[in-house]
């Protein structure tokens, strides 16, 4: 399901239609490495871009997952895979 677009696009917005079709620990390995790429490419679009404060917001963004959950009608918690990469891909902007 996760490898049907043939070319890679990391893209804000493909990052995220990415990480909600997750489905498997293949999946999120894929994802992992399109959000590494998105970093070196467009680092400028990472309001977390040093490991401090990117960890920061991943204890933020977790911390309030349940308000995002109910706000955005996310299924996120379903899958363990598409949590993980839901929570590392807000973290390049939350704070």
């Known amino acids: 399901m996760f490898g049907g677009k043939s070319k ?3 893209d804000g917005e ?3 239609e ?3 079709t997750i489905e498997t620990r293949e999946d999120f390995s894929q994802f992992a490495k399109l959000l590494s790429q998105n970093y070196k490419k467009r680092k ?3 309001e977390n871009d040093k490991l401090e404060s990117y960890l920061e917001g991943v204890a933020a963004f ?3 997952f349940d308000g ?3 706000n955005m009608g996310n299924d996120a ?3 363990p895979w598409r949590l993980l ?3 590392l891909l807000a973290a390049k902007v939350y704070e």
Request: hydrophobic share 55%.
């Open 8 to 10: 890679a696009n990391f």
């Open 14 to 16: 493909a990052l995220a």
């Open 18 to 20: 990415r990480a909600s």
């Open 44 to 46: 400028r679009e990472w």
């Open 62 to 64: 977790s911390s309030d």
């Open 68 to 70: 995002y959950v109910l």
């Open 77 to 79: 918690a379903a899958n």
């Open 85 to 87: 990469a839901t929570v």
